[in-house]
């Protein structure tokens, strides 16, 4: 059995062929899935999606970018449904900053106000984050221990392949592993690889993101974990079962699905 930790499901290219959709991945040993609801816009489609599905749940949060439409008590109106195992995607994102260079500061504050309140949020409910993380390792590394996000853990999606966040480890949070793994250019995250323990990998496909080799420039799905799967045990040097085995028993212990 294979569970997609991240998977937005909630997204509209999967509108026509959703059951044909979800049918190939379960075929295919994936036998839950995770929308990580990181959109108020979204957020009551993915909730009508897993109120349907057995096996479907849902985080909630707001992305970095989606800074400015965060809303505390809305979001807290979901919180407590039987199906939300997470808060996130939240995190920092620096990738695209403002041209005009005298309002970056202002946005890098906002983002990381916003990221702050939601970890505080994930305490007060003990849910675990999913922490979005890009061209912002640093301040992002900072505020995690800063906030004591270990009370609650939680994962860096999409894991980047800086070797300061390897310490986060420590602090209970788990490394996705997603189709980047199998990208050609992908040397850093090859190399980092080993340096995770294996009790903290779990693998997300960020569907309909990120697709991963043989199949890139295509929609993503969650059926493709086993690309990634294949791509972990090869890494490992131990077979794909074990991969399945090891990083189903740490999404179930980490998102208690």
Known sequence: MLIDTHCHLDDERYDEDFDEMLNRAISNGVEKFIIPAADPLTLQKAIKIVDKYENIY??????????DNYNRDFIEQFINHKKCVAVGEC?????????????????????????????????????????????????????????????????????????????????????????????????????????????????ETDAPYLTPTPHRGKRNEPSYCNFISDKMSELSGVSRDEIDKLTTINAVKLFRI
């Open 58 to 67: 849902f985080s909630v949060g707001v992305h970095p970018y989606d800074a």
């Open 91 to 203: 995190g920092l994102d620096y990738y695209r900053l403002p041209e005009d260079k005298s309002k970056i500061d202002e946005y890098k504050e906002k983002q990381k106000k916003v990221f702050i309140d939601q970890i505080d949020l994930a305490k007060k409910y003990k849910k675990p984050i999913i922490v979005h993380i890009r061209d912002a390792s640093d301040d992002s590394l900072n505020i995690l221990l800063q906030e004591n996000a270990k009370e609650v853990g939680g994962v860096l999606h999409c894991y980047n392949a800086d070797h300061q966040l390897l310490k986060l480890a420590n602090y209970g949070f788990y490394f996705g592993i997603g189709g980047v793994i199998t990208f050609k250019n992908a040397k850093k995250l090859i190399e980092v690889y080993p340096l995770i323990p294996k009790d903290k990998l779990i693998i």
